[in-house]
């Protein structure tokens, strides 16, 4: 079991839960693995200890996760020191035999799954358990669930669906028992499974329960970052069956729902910025000291602190804390049984064996091409030293390194900067998990908006924000009458005398900000800059065929805007195991529109990693053989 002690009181029993068993099709098990669980569900005590179990099983995804996404993909590439299965996921050339074909730690978290719904429902018919307290754990696991599906789904393309729990060995030999579904099956599938529980999306965010801290191995985690969000999951699932407006939806649904969970509702998962003066704490953002963007010994840089401060750390009103930024992460104390995988991978000292690192093509034409705003400069903030670093001379992927290298502040700037010389402990495994953060919504959310057509919202979250782009003027430039019907997502005004049509919901995003003479106003969304702008990085040129606004837009456009997002999010979430099924999510829809096939879209999007040569993708290696 990976989290103990919740010091608020929540009394958790040992784990007891540790469901091995699985399809024989798909684990090598034995007999003596399969046993029977059902007397270890007596109370709700006993529900979370299964749930916290689950989760352990979850947390031992990382490796595969982020190896299958990043390393298939374009951003990752293998050192000298990399496994042979590795450097066979790095050129596609796979067998079954690959570790990284085995789909057994899936399967252990969906058969873990199936039997902790299974039991739920017997306690709920037993009176073990109310009606109050089953259905928030019954839909926590439903989207656990449901979203390993996904990544085997992304994967593996054809797989194995399972939702009855394995009651004895003799079942596991009835292959009728396990009907196979591939991808366009599935999504729908997971889909209506969400829907079974969609009572319940919401509702860990305003639970007291989910809002306590834990202690493991001496060390302290909000046990909310530990879960899953079900309305972003939800958001994620419509999103690849291409059902736009239901992911927008779902997306709004968590940002109005952090809004009623937190009093700053200006800043909640915003991607907001601040000007940094020299006394206001900045938000998450690349910054400069006001009135001092030319000067570089003025550079703050404040995006990395997403990957290196804890969890507990909430912020005050006005200030950010991580919170406000994280939506989903694992934490790894360092114990034994909670160890981080991404040192051995990423790390070239200590225990670290640099087996892989940052792609050539991702440093070089990504991160070391961005312009910042008003000084030029090419440099962005989210590249070097924060997302990859040069250590001992070798390029290395530092987001999952915070916990590991030792930090030091010494400039005045207050910018943190990693010691790869002197690591306090060469020996410690604690890290973090990145799953889901607000400027990956930000992304998907945009990616929606354009795709149901209001490419302007999708600009403008990309770029500088929704008040900047949504400022309406008069047809000679000058400010409207008290502003009014400005700053808000909505259509161009028909004429100088009448107030801009709001977007409707969910694309609506309220910025308004205004002081005297004019109607006083603060918006929620009054600070949200742009994932560029967070960065202090210039807009991305619009080309000319790109056209705003709902019924004026070409296809054309849509597709642009879409290309730049999912550079973007190269930029933004580069190795947090989203390069791959971001690629192959965005190439199946360029394939329906004539582009290509999904094989040789994906193979265009990976070859650049292989300076000049081809990734070698094809129909038959789009997806991985699955391990029998």
């Known amino acids: 079991m990976k989290f103990l002690n919740i010091t608020a009181g929540i009394a958790l029993y040992a784990l007891l839960f540790v469901s091995l068993t699985s399809c024989q099709d798909v684990l090598d098990i034995k007999a003596n693995e399969v046993v029977d669980q059902a007397d270890n569900y007596h109370n709700v005590y006993d529900a979370d200890n299964a749930i916290w179990g689950l989760y352990g099983k979850v947390s031992d995804l990382a490796e595969n996760v982020v190896v299958l996404n990043e390393l298939r993909a374009d951003l990752m ?34 058969l873990n799954a199936n039997d902790i719904l299974s039991n739920f429902d017997k306690m709920l018919a037993e009176n073990k358990i109310s009606q109050a307290n089953y259905g928030p754990r019954y839909a926590d696991v439903m989207a656990i669930r449901c979203w390993t599906y996904l990544q085997l789904g992304i994967q593996f393309k054809d797989v194995p669906y399972i939702t009855d729990p394995l009651q004895s060995i003799e079942s596991l030999s009835n292959s009728t028992l396990f009907p196979t579904k591939n991808l366009d099956e599935l999504i729908p599938q997971l889909i209506t499974d969400m829907q079974s529980v969609s009572a319940y999306l919401g509702v860990n965010m305003l639970s007291s329960f989910y809002n306590q801290i834990i202690t493991d191995n001496g060390k302290n985690f909000y046990l909310n970052m530990q879960f899953i ?28 729902e952090a809004d009623l969970s937190s009093s700053k509702t200006q800043i909640k998962n915003k991607v ?81 064996e640099y087996q892989l690192k940052p792609s050539s093509y991702a440093i070089d034409s990504l991160w070391e091409t961005q312009v910042q705003q008003s000084n ?53 495994r604690t890290g973090k998990w990145f799953l889901y953060r607000a400027a990956l919504l930000h992304l998907r959310y945009a990616e929606a908006a354009n795709r149901a057509g209001y490419p302007r919202l999708a600009y403008a979250l990309l770029n500088n924000g929704v008040k900047t782009n949504f400022d ?42 205004n002081d005297a003479p004019y109607t006083f106003l603060r918006s929620p969304w009054r600070d949200n800059g742009g994932i560029r702008g967070r960065a202090f990085l210039v807009n991305i040129p619009t080309p000319d065929y790109v056209h705003d606004g709902l019924g004026n837009d070409h296809n054309d456009s849509i597709q642009w805007i879409e290309k730049a997002l999912i550079k973007e999010a190269a930029l933004e979430c580069g190795f947090e195991g989203q390069r791959w099924g971001d690629l192959l999510r965005v ?18 999007a990976v070859s650049p990693k292989f300076h000049g040569g081809s990734a070698n993708i094809n129909e038959s290696n789009l997806f991985l053989p699955m391990k029998r």
């Open 77 to 110: 590439d293998v050192t000298p020191n990399a496994t042979v299965d590795q450097a066979e996921i790095n050129n596609h050339t796979e067998t079954a035999n690959n570790k990284y074909c085995d789909p057994a730690p899936f399967y252990e978290v969906i």
């Open 229 to 256: 969000n079900k309305h972003i999951l939800m958001g994620d699932l419509y999103l690849w069956n291409d059902q736009y407006v239901d992911a927008a939806t779902q997306y709004k649904a968590y940002m109005d």
């Open 272 to 352: 907001s910025t601040w000007v940094w003066a020299g006394s206001n704490e900045p938000r998450f953002q690349v910054c400069y000291q006001r009135y001092k963007d030319q000067d570089v010994t003025s550079f703050r840089n404040m995006w990395k602190e997403i990957f290196y401060r804890p969890t507990t750390d909430v912020g005050n009103l006005g200030t950010i804390g991580l919170q406000d930024e994280m939506i989903w992460m694992i934490s790894y104390s360092g114990s034994t049984n909670s160890a981080s995988p991404f040192i051995k991978l990423f790390a070239n000292s200590g225990v670290g």
């Open 376 to 428: 030029g400069f090419v440099f962005d903030g989210r590249g070097r030293e924060s997302s990859f670093d040069y250590v001992n001379g070798q390029p290395v992927v530092l987001k999952y390194l915070y916990d590991y290298y030792t930090s030091v502040t010494t400039d005045l700037n207050r910018t943190i900067h990693l010691n790869y010389v002197n690591i306090s402990n060469p020996y410690s």
């Open 472 to 513: 309406w003027r008069r047809s000679d430039g000058s400010f409207r009458a008290d502003r009014e019907g400005v700053q808000y997502s909505s259509f161009p005004p028909l004429n100088d005398s009448v107030a801009a049509k709001p977007y409707p919901a969910p694309f609506y995003l309220d910025a308004r900000q």
């Open 587 to 604: 190439a199946r829809r360029e394939s329906k529109e004539g582009q290509g096939t999904v094989a040789t879209i994906m193979n265009a």
